[in-house]
């Protein structure tokens, strides 16, 4: 039997919890990607639990206990539980009933097997005990260590009842698979087979899985195989892949950290601010990042406009053109960040005023940029 050790097993809020429900005569297991990454050696980020405990029970024994109990999605079966502050989401194990491709009518399982065959794919139908003893009641370890993202059982069943899915499957390559051997066959012909589905999906879901997916270290792979089952134009008219791996290449030789803005610049495409919901200000980097690809600025002046924005600049310019980074372009682009402009419109308005004073304001900007940012306040003055 596999067994894993992670800190945040052992830790006292864990162990509380467990206790909650264990010291009752009920299951605890530790499910999906806490047990995932751990296994892959990859950070943890939420911890949740499974148990054969009905809701209303588990609410009851965490107060009993001290312990606040949040009804955070009761009707679903899932109670959150706050330990030393630590939230995990504690879950009855269910089966669905019902779905129409966005919602599931679920009931209460009373075994983990039913509860795995719900999920998405093998690898986050891995359970494990408070004692460390992994269960894997799918075969989902296989899968796991071969970085092998498949669906459970049909992949166009899993599907049908999220089509959310179909871009999960692209995200968790992304993040998880094996960028030798690929995607998944059958789970990429089902996702071709239900691009249709996508349009039952919010915006905001869409959006925030194309986010997840390019944040990846190199989603470049998901994405051309999004594009060539028909997906990437579905949640992005007018976007191109190719451009991507590219800038894959020229991140690395920048050392630029992953950025799903930067990233989307790249892959272009009709209102992305609308078709994945974008904040205010992704759409004003956004925006910022256009505007530089197309005005033709050097690279000093581009540092000077767009401050930090800059060197993303730079790197789409390289890719677009087919080219190396070039550090020196880069090195002037943070020196131009880093000047600032001596003049402002008072040093001017004892003789100009309204359109004729932001002329002059400009006119004397442009005239400094010009020079290397070396005129001095009073050089420009005169």
């Not at 008072?346 to 359109?355: A, E, H, I, R």
């Amino acid at each position: 039997m596999t067994r894993i050790s992670p800190e945040w097993l052992g830790s006292v809020p864990a162990r509380r919890v467990c206790a909650v429900l264990t010291d009752a005569g009920y299951q605890a297991w530790f499910v999906g990607g806490c047990v995932r990454n751990t296994l892959l050696g990859e950070l943890v980020a939420d911890l949740d639990l499974s148990t054969d405990a009905p809701p209303e029970v588990v609410m009851q024994l965490a107060k009993a206990r001290g312990l606040r109990a949040i009804p955070t999605g009761i009707d679903h079966g899932t109670v959150t539980i706050l330990a030393e502050n630590v939230p995990f989401e504690v879950t009855t194990f269910r089966k669905d009933i019902d779905t129409d491709g966005r919602r599931a009518v679920v009931a209460f399982a009373g075994n983990m097997t039913d509860d795995a065959r719900r999920r998405d794919f093998t690898m986050n139908a891995l359970y494990v005990d408070p004692d460390g003893n992994v269960a894997d009641p799918l075969g989902g370890l296989d899968d796991l260590h071969a970085r092998r993202v498949r669906f459970i059982d049909d992949p166009d069943a899993r599907i049908r009842e999220d089509y959310l899915r179909i871009l999960r499957f692209f995200r968790f390559h992304a993040w998880y698979g094996d960028p030798e051997n690929g995607l998944d066959a059958d789970g990429l012909a089902a996702c071709a087979a239900n691009t249709d589905g996508l349009d039952q999906l919010s915006r905001e879901r869409v959006g925030h899985e194309m986010r997840k997916l390019l944040s990846a270290p190199d989603p470049a792979p998901s994405v051309a195989a999004m594009a060539a089952a028909g997906v990437l134009m579905r949640i992005l008219p007018g976007s191109n892949a190719l451009l991507l791996a590219v800038l894959m290449h020229v991140e690395g030789q920048a050392g630029l950290a992953p950025d799903p803005i930067r990233r989307l610049a790249a892959l272009g495409g009709e209102d992305p601010g609308d078709l994945l919901r974008l904040t205010k200000r992704e759409m004003t980097h956004l925006s910022q990042l256009r505007e530089g690809l197309g005005n033709g600025m050097a690279a000093q002046e581009l540092g000077y406009r767009f401050a930090d924005r800059a060197v993303d600049i730079l790197a789409l310019r390289a890719a677009m053109a087919g080219q190396e980074f070039d550090t020196k372009l880069a090195e002037k682009a943070v020196f131009g960040a880093n000047q600032s402009f001596p003049l402002a419109a008072s040093d001017f308005m004892l003789d100009l005023s309204g359109p004729a004073l932001g002329k002059a304001l400009g006119n004397a900007e442009q005239r400094w940029i010009a020079s290397g940012f070396t005129l001095t306040r009073a050089e420009l003055l005169r």
